[in-house]
């Protein structure tokens, strides 16, 4: 499974960007996807995920703001991100979760907030 990851750049604060993640397989109605962001000096920490058939779930920290939703068709899964801030600039990773516990990452796009 490859993973690629595309659409970060340079947003000011309040600005909207759309990240996407790319899967080289159909994999998105079995796996489970992810969004994950490092900023630095800091560890990863996940921002929101979608099972394979279930609810989305989101991070405290950008509830209400964030969107994941996917293409299946197109084998990929969106970050729709509203209302960003300065504290959202960090490298931001897809993953995904095999049936059997494989998790693979694609490579990060950096998404950076500031006016």
């Known amino acids: 499974v490859q993973l690629q990851a595309s659409g970060g750049g340079l947003v000011q604060p309040g600005g909207s960007l759309r990240l996407s993640c790319a899967a080289s397989?159909?994999?998105?109605?079995?796996?489970?996807m992810g969004w994950y962001r490092q900023a630095p000096g800091k560890q990863r920490e996940w921002v929101a995920g979608m099972p394979s058939g279930g609810t989305t779930n989101y991070a405290d920290s950008v509830k209400g703001r964030f969107t994941i939703y996917r293409d299946n068709a197109k084998n990929t899964v969106y970050l729709q991100m509203n209302s960003l801030r300065p504290e959202d600039t960090a490298v931001y990773y897809c993953?995904?979760?095999?049936?059997?516990?494989?998790?693979?990452w694609g490579q990060g796009t950096q998404v950076t907030v500031s006016s």
């Open positions: 993953n995904t979760l095999t049936p059997r516990g494989v998790m693979y």
């Open positions: 397989g159909s994999i998105l109605s079995t796996n489970a």
